[in-house]
């Protein structure tokens, strides 16, 4: 099985930055996909970016430009830096390990992230 723990979230002015952690452990070899989601109150829970294990990435559009995401494979983790965060960026952020063919493996608990305006 494999465990994650989220890390890193909080409450920031619209502008701000804040940078998002996952500690994977456990059967972390099965792991090709490492992604982050959020869900905002009333909404369905989105993609927000993906990294595989060979270091490819994908972003959704509106985060595009703002967010990064890396992986430290040493470290098993999984990081999520926001830039210039906006309202709409407030949600619960989401930890996610996928498998080949996007099978689910785990997903971490949550962490908030409030951005005021």
């Known amino acids: 099985q494999v465990q994650l723990v989220e890390s890193g979230g909080g409450l920031v002015q619209a502008g701000g930055s804040l940078r998002l952690s996952c500690a994977a452990s456990?059967?972390?070899?099965?792991?090709?996909?490492m992604a982050w989601y959020r869900q905002a109150p009333g909404k369905q829970r989105e993609l927000v970016a993906t990294?595989?294990?060979?270091?490819?990435?994908n972003y959704a559009d509106s985060v595009k430009g703002r967010f990064t995401i890396s992986r430290d494979n040493a470290k098993n983790t999984v990081s999520l830096e926001m830039n210039s965060l906006k309202p709409e960026d407030t949600a619960v952020y989401y930890c996610?390990?996928?498998?080949?063919?996007?099978?689910?493996?785990?997903w971490g608990q949550g962490t908030q992230v409030t951005v005021s305006s």
């Open positions: 996610r390990a996928a498998g080949g063919y996007d099978r689910d493996i785990a």
């Open positions: 456990g059967s972390i070899s099965s792991i090709y996909v």
């Open positions: 990294i595989t294990s060979g270091g490819s990435t």
